[in-house]
T-cell receptor
């Protein structure tokens, strides 16, 4: 069985300050990990994915995440938040024996002026 | 290159009715997965279709069924609708190349409201 836990349901930051969205995973196998973003009334967009290559993964729009096996974590970061980053973010795990995606409960990111 | 498309965008049904949702995968993709996203929650895996067969299934009752056509498009059918079936239904497509590593691309979803 595999699962992810998003440690914060809501995160609020000021524009221009760093963003940290926390995610811990559980998997019996070597997992694939993803971060997806969902803007209001829009579909899910892939930000980045980890598939057992480099542990520091760079994604779109300046986001990156670091896979830490010892801590079973895959936290999402961005050095400087922009108003357009306000959205719901989902940490997702996938792995054998099936490739279905298992989503976390989401973190709502609010960016204030 | 069109991405994943879904129809209809919105749908309102009453309890006990049946509904069919449709999905066209991204060009070149052969695998379609369906997810249910209830309000305020993360998407939940319903099932996945590959080569016109249901390959795997999540914890959903038999009222939820699907189909994949030779052109890889897919339908999700829900019978005997319940109020709790109200949700955003998302379709995702991928290429069955390396399972568990290939990226799934999502459509915008169909918002189903059951009254």
């Amino acid at each position: 069985a595999q699962s992810v836990t998003q440690l914060d349901s809501h995160v609020s930051v000021s524009e221009g300050t760093p963003v940290l969205l926390r995610c811990n995973y559980s998997s019996s196998y070597s997992p694939s990990l993803f971060w997806y973003v969902q803007h209001p009334n829009k579909g899910l967009q892939l930000l980045l994915k980890y598939t057992s290559a480099a542990t520091l993964v760079k994604g779109i729009n300046g986001f990156e995440a670091e896979f830490k096996k010892s801590e079973t974590s895959f936290h999402l970061t961005k050095p400087s938040a922009h108003m357009s980053d306000a959205a719901e973010y989902f940490c997702v795990v996938s792995g054998p024996p099936s490739d279905k995606l298992t989503f976390g409960t989401g973190t709502q990111l609010k960016v204030e002026l | 290159d069109a991405g994943v498309t879904q129809s209809p965008t919105h749908l309102i049904k009453t309890r006990g009715q049946q509904v069919t949702l449709r999905c066209s995968p991204k060009s070149g993709h052969d695998t379609v997965s369906w997810y249910q996203q209830a309000l305020g929650q993360g998407p939940q895996f319903i099932f996945q279709y590959y080569e016109e067969e249901e390959r795997q299934r999540g914890n959903f009752p038999d009222r939820f069924s699907g189909h994949q056509f030779p052109n890889y498009s897919s339908e999700l059918n829900v019978n005997a609708l319940l109020l709790g079936d109200s949700a955003l239904y998302l379709c995702a497509s991928s290429l069955d190349r390396v399972p568990s590593t290939d990226t799934q691309y999502f459509g915008p979803g169909t918002r189903l409201t059951v009254l």
